[in-house]
């Protein structure tokens, strides 16, 4: 996966419509923050989350056997895109530091958790940790890597609050829909179909910038949950793009390796047009 709110547009800020410049990373999140409620993890199924809530259908493949779930708090909440925007909190000493680019463990391919670690206390801090982080940003995905831990792990969230912050013209030509968070270790993304969509992505490695990248418009991801079970996750939009861009800090990869040349600019000059010979934004 992964500047200060007033930037808004994720470890992705929503990108503009087709013949304008986004003020994505002005105005929409792909970074969120949510208190969570401690509950005990209990080893039943859980449901798929509805079509009208998300794009991304989640199937546990099966039963869990529990390990306590964790809680995690935040105060309130703000919005930023999973690439780079949030205000930083404070005095808060526990929020891991955001790995910038330039440091190999962002540009060299993670490791894979094994099996038997993952409910050690070592995974689960790390686990907590980069959602602490993400939410903190705050932004809606995030890498291992990018709190420099080199291991398969991506955390991704985003809330109708958070998505609020976005013209609505703007979500719905990405397709951007909350969901709740997810946490996948050893991910394997899949596209599904060909199409795609050409939209501005930002990073929180990457502060201050934003780039036009292209995505599959529908993904599938396979990995275990932080409890060790296996996941599948289909994802279509906002939250396909954000899977493809938090798998790809797992291979080493940003999104300024993959942007549409002569479209990386500040946030500060998001309005801008595109140059000449730029493609347009929006599903091609």
Not at 114 to 133: A, F
Request: glycine letters at 10%; aromatic letters at 6%; charged letters at 25%.
């Amino acid at each position: 996966m992964m500047d200060g709110i007033q930037r808004l547009l994720h470890h992705l800020s929503p990108a503009p419509l087709p013949g304008k410049c986004s003020t994505l990373g002005r105005t929409s999140p792909f970074h969120t923050q949510i208190p969570v409620l401690q509950s005990q993890y209990k080893p039943i199924a859980r449901p798929e989350i509805s079509p009208s809530k998300s794009a991304i259908k989640v199937h546990f493949m099966k039963k869990n056997t529990g390990l306590g779930l964790s809680s995690f708090s935040t105060g309130p909440a703000r919005a930023g895109w999973f690439l780079g925007l949030g205000e930083k909190k404070k005095n808060i000493t526990d929020i891991p530091e955001i790995v910038k680019a330039g440091d190999p463990v962002l540009h060299e391919p993670a490791g894979e958790v094994r099996p038997e670690e993952i409910g050690s206390e070592r995974i689960q801090k790390i686990i907590d940790d980069m959602v602490k982080g993400m939410r903190s940003a705050p932004g809606v995905g995030l890498a291992a890597p990018q709190i420099g831990i080199p291991l398969k792990i991506i955390v991704l969230e985003d809330t109708e609050e958070y998505i609020g912050y976005a013209p609505k013209e703007e979500t719905k030509a990405q397709d951007r829909q909350p969901f709740d968070l997810l946490v996948i270790i050893n991910p394997n993304l899949q596209k599904k179909g060909n199409k795609s969509a050409l939209f501005f992505e930002g990073c929180l490695s990457v502060d201050g910038f934003r780039g036009m990248v292209e995505r599959f418009l529908e993904v599938e991801v396979t990995g275990l949950d932080r409890y060790g079970q296996p996941i599948k996750v289909v994802a279509s939009g906002w939250q396909a793009r954000i899977l493809q861009h938090e798998c790809d800090h797992l291979a080493g990869i940003l999104y300024v390796d993959k942007m549409i040349k002569k479209t990386f600019r500040t946030v500060e000059n998001l309005q801008l047009p595109l140059a000449n010979g730029c493609p347009k934004l929006g599903v091609r």
